[in-house]
């Protein structure tokens, strides 16, 4: 099977596609308060992010335009994968040192922290991709798809890009950024699939 830039397109698709219904299925289980295996959930993340860093990687050395919003995929992947990593091996880890010795609470916190940066910056990233994707599916007249991706994608950024600058602490509710940018998938998913079928 020859791996041309249209199949490519749809394998990315059906990633950003998978990731965005397993994230909705984790919050509304985590909402829900409904007992999961995160190993699973967040391994099974880590394992599409990893896939994606090499197809939208693909995609963007093959593409002739928006090698902006393959690079911002290909980057999210990356960082995601990192953030993923520290959820299943730190946080445990450090969950309990910080519970056994004194004055160590601390400790978790920053993990915490570190491992939320690093996931509102692939946000970002994704709402980037979504905006540049949007944009392009708008130019093509794809009016309802791309302007909606296109408008969540800007949304993504504006909010993970105020919880970058002012932290999880500040006036914008972490899940807002967590929600726009599983919206800004989803959509990017969708576009990517319209922008797939108009190729030739």
């Known amino acids: ?18 990731l ?12 829900a308060e409904i007992g999961f295996s995160r190993q699973v959930a967040w391994g099974l993340e880590a394992l599409i992010f990893t896939l994606l860093v090499a197809f939208a990687g693909t995609a963007m050395v093959q593409a002739k335009n928006a090698q902006l919003g393959w690079s911002a995929i290909a980057f999210a992947a990356v960082l995601n994968i990192v953030q993923v990593s520290i959820g299943l091996t730190l946080f445990s880890t450090f969950g309990k040192v910080a519970g056994t010795v004194e004055g160590a609470q601390p400790l978790i916190g920053g993990v ?5 940066m690093i996931y509102y910056a692939a946000k970002l990233l994704l709402g980037l991709a979504a905006l540049v994707f949007g944009l392009s599916y708008l130019a093509k007249g794809g009016k309802a798809i791309g302007g909606l991706t296109a408008l969540a994608g800007g949304v993504a950024m504006l909010a993970n890009g105020i919880l970058i600058t002012f932290g999880r602490d500040g006036f914008l509710p972490s899940a807002v950024a967590g929600a726009s940018g599983m919206i800004a998938t989803l959509l990017l998913a969708i576009c990517l699939i319209s922008l797939y079928r108009k190729q030739d």
């Open 1 to 18: 099977m020859e791996f041309t830039n249209k199949r490519i397109t749809l394998i990315t698709a059906s990633l950003l596609l998978l």
């Open 20 to 31: 965005a219904i397993s994230q909705g299925i984790y919050s509304a289980l985590y909402s």
């Open 112 to 116: 915490v922290s570190l491992s939320f």
